[in-house]
């Protein structure tokens, strides 16, 4: 079910306007069934003011009054014949101007942290423009030396959901032109919940080790060890002791 405009400050209304049970505006306006009851207690938005669904073409009379005859009944949104066929709008998402100045944060820590995204797909998600991407990109934006990245999540410029599915988006590209994918790319390329349930991987050795080994002609661990232990294959030398006949003769 579409979620109405203003949802919790509808729930206001309804809850101050109506006799409909907490179930019934919890599900309509998709809150959870304490929150409703701490409306009308007066515990939860206390200083929100109540938006009329009725004047505002979300409900009818009719189907608040049905609603209220059945408590089992589930509100609908009312039908908006004026939205059927609506496009969605392209472009850059629109961001407000309190948070407009955490977006070189935000699109630092996507280059930073996932660099297979493209700069369309960071775009859309923190709502920017593709030189503001590039010049974070290259380091040339005026204002590096003071830019830390901020996960956007955090920030509120996008949702969790949407990241992960641009990073899955550029992971099923990446496989589609068929470039080979290192570990770190790969946990980069999944979603935050699988990167998490992933084990880490073992490694294999590499070819070159040891090589520099048999270019000296033996292994130095070998001498190593030599060297601590010493040469054990003439007694008297390690003990150092004298022969009787160099012994001087005591007075």
């Given at each position: ?36 009851q701490g409306i009308a207690d007066g515990d939860v ?33 009312k039908f908006n014949a004026a939205a059927v066929g ?104 999944v979603s935050t919940e699988q990167s998490l349930d ?54």
């Amino acid at each position: 079910m579409a979620k109405p405009i203003m949802a919790k400050a509808t729930a206001v209304w309804l809850v101050d306007n109506t006799t409909l049970t907490f179930k019934q505006v919890a599900d309509f306006c998709e809150l959870h069934e304490l929150e409703v009851q701490g409306i009308a207690d007066g515990d939860v938005a206390a200083g929100v003011k109540g938006f009329d669904p009725i004047a505002n073409n979300q409900l009818t009379a009719e189907e608040i009054e049905k609603a209220e005859k059945s408590p089992l009944y589930k509100l609908k949104l009312k039908f908006n014949a004026a939205a059927v066929g609506e496009e969605k709008r392209r472009g850059p998402r629109y961001t407000p101007l309190s948070k407009r100045q955490d977006r070189p944060a935000s699109i630092l820590w996507l280059v930073k942290f996932h660099p297979e995204l493209s700069d369309g797909q960071i775009s859309k998600l923190v709502g920017t423009t593709k030189p503001t991407i590039q010049a974070l990109r290259e380091r040339t934006h005026w204002n590096i030396a003071n830019i830390q990245p901020i996960d956007p999540v955090a920030l509120g410029l996008c949702k969790q959901s949407e990241l992960d599915l641009a990073v899955q988006k550029a992971a099923a590209k990446k496989a589609a032109d068929g470039s080979v994918m290192s570990d770190d790319e790969r946990r980069k390329l999944v979603s935050t919940e699988q990167s998490l349930d992933m084990e880490p991987e073992a490694r294999m050795p590499s070819a070159i080790e040891g090589l520099e080994t048999f270019s000296l002609g033996g292994d130095p661990r070998d001498e190593e060890k030599e060297e601590a232990e010493g040469d054990f294959s003439d007694a008297d030398s390690f003990f150092n002791l004298p022969e009787s006949g160099d012994e001087e003769e005591q007075p």
